[in-house]
């Protein structure tokens, strides 16, 4: 009986080594990309530790010795692995065991509650029983299904997050200090065991930590979306300027052309023609062939839709623009560049992926009672992966991808326009709706009348 309780208990010790590799292997290391040598490494590393961790917890629950030499040992052992990037090693890892420590406390003073006088020699103190396996087991499994969650929801963890994590890892160290010593002083009839209130008192605490934790890395992860969205904004500004500017060389080109033309007909009423052959080779140099279509009759989106149209027939993409003649918009020159340009290189990039089948995109502009209606479908070989009514990127590095929807979005909702998706079996539609300008300020006027 009592080899079988050393197996179980061993067996209770490595899991608890597998559940924090486990959630390693899916935030910050990567199990392809180990050597043999490495995955030899992680087996000793889960062996060896939970060896050690069997012979202690057969003599007693909890040690802090223990505990502070394994979470050194697994903290060498993913910085051997990884070989950069060691005090965030150190507090994730801190942090994990921690957390487990903190559960076996929480569960044991919950047991505490149960078994009352019986707890030291069942659970707590060279107990070699089954109830102490339980104990262990109840507890693995509450870290797992956390593990499980945490990884659900997609969180990306990297060395941003040290500081945080290195406080938090302080301040749970310092709960479990604290409740240790107490569950001590209960088992050893120094003060009142009452494990019902300990327990409690120990999980709200660890609730708390927990939550804010959870709100200073959410804080973190918008204070970062906050500064790629900035980035964004700025770098589709500049590519607007840039846009201007091919657009005012454009039209000066296209104005010189008309005096060259003048001055080339001159030259034909005077039957000059080696002087029109040496004039034509020289502005054959500076002169660019203009294919410009006029679809919205605005000048600057018509450039943009001309220059997103010859991208996609570049690639091989079958472009068509329905539009009707729309030359007042409410929207700026940089929000028609953001908007139309990231839908269009997002449509570009789509028919790319495909595979089988006619790469197309189609564009729609109308307008209706002052309304602006906007349709963009295109051919996609992916599925996009829609989750709670977004579009989940497919896209390997996924925090530099993204924010073009969401400027387009926030253009959408500046203009109090509405925005909305669909998507069908190799097909992707986006629709956008907005007042155009003359009833945008008839919209406005309204308002303030009414206040």
Same mark, same amino acid.
Not at 387 to 412: A, M, T
């Given at each position: 009986?009592?080899?079988?309780?050393?197996?179980?208990?061993?067996?209770?010790?490595?899991?608890?080594?597998?559940?924090?590799?486990?959630?390693?292997?899916?935030?910050?290391?990567?199990?392809?990309?180990?050597?043999?040598?490495?995955?030899? +490494?992680? *087996? $000793?590393?889960? /062996?060896?530790?939970? &060896?050690? @961790?069997?012979?202690?917890?057969? #003599?007693?629950?909890?040690?802090?010795?223990?505990?502070?030499?394994?979470?050194?040992?697994?903290?060498?052992?993913?910085?051997?692995?990884?070989?950069?990037?060691?005090?965030?090693?150190?507090?994730?890892?801190?942090?994990?065991?921690?957390?487990?420590?903190?559960?076996?406390?929480?569960?044991?003073?919950?047991?505490?509650?149960?078994?009352?006088?019986?707890?030291?020699?069942?659970?707590?103190?060279?107990?070699?029983?089954?109830?102490?396996?339980?104990?262990?087991?109840?507890?693995?499994?509450?870290?797992?299904?956390?593990?499980?969650?945490?990884?659900?929801?997609?969180?990306?963890?990297?060395?941003?997050?040290?500081? +945080?994590? *290195? $406080?938090?890892? /302080?301040?749970?160290? &310092?709960? @479990?200090?604290?409740?240790?010593? #107490?569950?001590?002083?209960?088992?050893?009839?120094?003060?009142?065991?009452?494990?019902?209130?300990?327990?409690?008192?120990?999980?709200?605490?660890?609730?708390?930590?927990?939550?804010?934790?959870?709100?200073?890395?959410?804080?973190?992860?918008?204070?970062?979306?906050?500064?790629?969205?900035?980035?964004?904004?700025?770098?589709?500004?500049?590519?607007?300027?840039?846009?201007?500017?091919?657009?005012?060389?454009?039209?000066?080109?296209?104005?010189?052309?008309?005096?060259?033309?003048?001055?080339?007909?001159?030259?034909?009423?005077?039957?000059?023609?080696?002087?029109?052959?040496?004039?034509?080779?020289?502005?054959?140099?500076?002169?660019?062939?203009?294919?410009? /279509?006029?679809?919205?009759?605005?000048?600057?989106?018509?450039?943009? #839709?001309?220059?997103?149209?010859?991208?996609?027939?570049?690639?091989?993409?079958?472009?068509?623009?329905?539009?009707?003649?729309?030359?007042?918009?409410?929207?700026?020159?940089?929000?028609?560049?953001?908007?139309?340009?990231?839908?269009?290189?997002?449509?570009?990039?789509?028919?790319?992926?495909?595979?089988?089948?006619?790469?197309?995109?189609?564009?729609?502009?109308?307008?209706?009672?002052?309304?602006?209606?906007?349709?963009?479908?295109?051919?996609?070989?992916?599925?996009?992966?829609?989750?709670?009514?977004?579009?989940?990127?497919?896209?390997?590095?996924?925090?530099?991808?993204?924010?073009?929807?969401?400027?387009?979005?926030?253009?959408?909702?500046?203009?109090?326009?509405?925005?909305?998706?669909?998507?069908?079996?190799?097909?992707?539609?986006?629709?956008?709706?907005?007042?155009?300008?003359?009833?945008?300020?008839?919209?406005?006027?309204?308002?303030?009348?009414?206040?």
């Amino acid at each position: 009986m009592q080899q079988l309780y050393y197996i179980l208990l061993f067996c209770v010790s490595a899991s608890e080594f597998v559940i924090g590799y486990y959630l390693l292997f899916h935030t910050i290391l990567d199990w392809g990309s180990l050597t043999l040598f490495d995955k030899s +490494a992680v *087996l $000793m590393g889960v /062996v060896l530790p939970s &060896l050690l @961790l069997t012979i202690n917890r057969g #003599l007693t629950f909890f040690s802090d010795l223990i505990f502070l030499f394994v979470v050194v040992i697994d903290c060498l052992l993913v910085y051997f692995i990884k070989k950069k990037e060691f005090w965030f090693i150190a507090s994730y890892v801190w942090l994990f065991f921690t957390v487990v420590a903190l559960t076996d406390i929480c569960i044991a003073f919950l047991s505490m509650a149960i078994f009352e006088k019986n707890f030291i020699e069942l659970i707590y103190y060279r107990s070699a029983s089954l109830w102490q396996i339980i104990v262990y087991i109840a507890s693995r499994a509450v870290v797992l299904i956390s593990c499980k969650y945490f990884i659900k929801n997609g969180w990306e963890i990297n060395e941003e997050y040290t500081g +945080a994590f *290195l $406080m938090i890892d /302080v301040i749970l160290f &310092l709960v @479990l200090k604290r409740y240790q010593r #107490l569950i001590v002083k209960m088992s050893l009839g120094e003060i009142y065991m009452d494990g019902l209130n300990g327990g409690f008192s120990l999980l709200t605490a660890v609730v708390v930590v927990m939550l804010f934790m959870v709100l200073v890395m959410k804080n973190q992860i918008m204070q970062k979306e906050k500064r790629f969205l900035e980035l964004h904004v700025q770098m589709t500004e500049q590519s607007y300027l840039i846009q201007h500017q091919n657009l005012e060389v454009n039209h000066q080109l296209v104005h010189d052309m008309k005096h060259h033309l003048l001055f080339l007909r001159k030259l034909v009423e005077e039957k000059d023609i080696e002087q029109i052959e040496d004039y034509l080779d020289e502005i054959e140099k500076e002169y660019v062939e203009t294919d410009e /279509v006029t679809w919205t009759g605005n000048r600057f989106l018509d450039f943009i #839709l001309n220059q997103k149209k010859k991208k996609a027939e570049d690639n091989g993409i079958q472009m068509s623009i329905k539009a009707e003649i729309v030359p007042k918009w409410n929207l700026t020159e940089n929000e028609m560049s953001v908007m139309f340009g990231n839908l269009l290189d997002n449509a570009i990039e789509a028919c790319e992926k495909v595979n089988k089948g006619n790469k197309w995109i189609c564009l729609s502009v109308k307008k209706r009672a002052g309304i602006i209606l906007i349709e963009i479908g295109n051919s996609c070989g992916i599925f996009p992966d829609v989750q709670q009514d977004r579009i989940i990127s497919s896209k390997q590095n996924r925090q530099l991808h993204g924010y073009g929807l969401k400027s387009v979005k926030r253009i959408v909702e500046r203009q109090k326009g509405c925005i909305e998706w669909r998507v069908l079996q190799h097909e992707f539609y986006i629709n956008i709706s907005f007042f155009d300008s003359d009833r945008w300020k008839e919209g406005e006027e309204c308002v303030n009348r009414k206040l």
